[in-house]
T-cell receptor, first 115, second 111 residues
C-alpha cells in the first residue's frame, strides 16, 4: 500500500485564521480523499480530489470553506478557512492502495484545535 | 445516500475472550467493506476487508463475514489481547470510492 506523509500532525489556531494541511504520497494515485473526524465521532468524507479537475464536495462541505488543491498525482492540500472552534477535528487524507490491491490507506491525521 | 450503522458503540471483554462488532449498510451499490483500527493519536489502519463476492475472510485471529442479502457484515476477533484495545470502524465503499463509515466501537480488553 502507499505511504502517506501528512503535515502538520497537530496545530492550535486562532479563530478567523486559515490552516493548510498537506498530504504527500509515495506513489502516483488518481484519487485522494479528505475526511474530517470530529472529537469522539466517526469519519466523514469532505471531498474527493482528482488531479486536473475540481474537487468533488460532499453534502455539507463547500469549496469556500475547504478549498483543495491537487497539483499532481502525489500531492494534495486541504485548507480550513476562516476557522471557528467547531472546526476543531482531526483531518485525514486517504488514497486507494496501489499495485492492484483493493483498499484504502489513511494518513496519520492532523489534529486541529481552534481557540 | 449510504447509511452505515455499527453496534455496539462500546465493548468490554476479558483477555482471551472473543469480540464481535456488527455493521449494517443500506446502499446495494456498496461492494467493499473494510474494517479499520484506530489507536489514540493515530489515523485509522486497515486490519481486514471483504469484497461483496465473498462471504467470509479470515486472517489469524481476525475474521469478517458478509451477508450481502441482509446487508450486514461483522468483525470477529478471537483470543483477544490488551493490544487489541482501540476504536474499530467499519465502512461501506462503492466502486466510485465513496466511503461511509460506521460510528465506531470502542473495544477494551481487560487483562
Amino acid at each position: 500500500s502507499a505511504v502517506i506523509s501528512q503535515k502538520p500532525s497537530r496545530d492550535i489556531c486562532q479563530r478567523g485564521t486559515s490552516l493548510t494541511i498537506q498530504c504527500q504520497v509515495d506513489s502516483q494515485v488518481t484519487m485522494m480523499f479528505w475526511y474530517r473526524q470530529q472529537p469522539g465521532q466517526s469519519l466523514t468524507l469532505i471531498a474527493t480530489a482528482n488531479q486536473g479537475s475540481e474537487a468533488t464536495y460532499e453534502s455539507g462541505f463547500v469549496i469556500d470553506k475547504f478549498p483543495i488543491s491537487r497539483p499532481n498525482l502525489t500531492f494534495s492540500t486541504l485548507t480550513v478557512s476562516n476557522m471557528s472552534p467547531e472546526d476543531s477535528s482531526i483531518y485525514l487524507c486517504s488514497v486507494p492502495f496501489v499495485g492492484g490491491d483493493y483498499g484504502y490507506t489513511f494518513g496519520s491525521g492532523t489534529r486541529l484545535t481552534v481557540v | 445516500g449510504e447509511n452505515v450503522e455499527q453496534h455496539p458503540s462500546t465493548l468490554s471483554v476479558q483477555e482471551g475472550d472473543s469480540a464481535v462488532i456488527k455493521c449494517t449498510y443500506s446502499d446495494s451499490a456498496s461492494n467493499y467493506f473494510p474494517w479499520y483500527k484506530q489507536e489514540l493519536g493515530k489515523g485509522p489502519q486497515l486490519i481486514i476487508d471483504i469484497r461483496s463476492n465473498v462471504g467470509e475472510k479470515k486472517d489469524q485471529r481476525i475474521a469478517v463475514t458478509l451477508n450481502k442479502t441482509a446487508k450486514h457484515f461483522s468483525l470477529h476477533i478471537t483470543e483477544t489481547q490488551p493490544e487489541d484495545s482501540a476504536v474499530y470502524f467499519c465502512a461501506a465503499i462503492t466502486n466510485a470510492g465513496k466511503s461511509t463509515f460506521g460510528d465506531g466501537t470502542t473495544l477494551t480488553v481487560k487483562p
